[in-house]
């Protein structure tokens, strides 16, 4: 079993920077799961902004790569999402997922974190 906890939302202005963590907790970190960053705006799909999995592989959704930056530290049992050049559309809902099995951008992982919201204004 796996639980994963986000923090580090919060409301920032348009240009601004966020950095999220999640914390993973309940099974060996390294090498052993997938993990990844979703978003969701109320009334839409669960959109992927980044994956990594068990060997290291990072994916990014192309119209994000560049502002948005997915870490992890193995020491720390936290994957990172590092957020710059923040837009008003990237409001949403932030969430973390794991998996035993790479899911890489699809929604289809086990395990999720509850969230934690990113506000961007203008």
């Known amino acids: 079993q796996v639980q994963l906890a986000e923090s580090g939302g919060g409301s920032v202005q348009a240009g601004g920077s966020l950095r999220l963590s999640c914390s993973v907790s309940?099974?060996?970190?390294?090498?052993?799961?997938?993990m990844a960053w979703f978003r969701q705006v109320p009334g839409k799909e669960r959109d992927a902004i980044a994956a990594i999995d068990m060997y290291g592989v990072i994916n990014y959704t192309p119209s994000l790569e560049g502002r948005f930056t997915i870490s992890l530290d193995n020491a720390k049992n936290t994957l990172y999402l590092q957020m710059d050049g923040l837009k008003p559309e990237d409001t949403a809902m932030y969430y973390c997922a794991a998996d035993y099995i790479s899911r890489g951008l699809k929604p289809f992982y086990k395990y999720w974190g509850q969230g934690t919201q990113v506000t961007v204004s203008s």
């Open positions: 309940g099974e060996t970190f390294s090498n052993t799961i997938a």
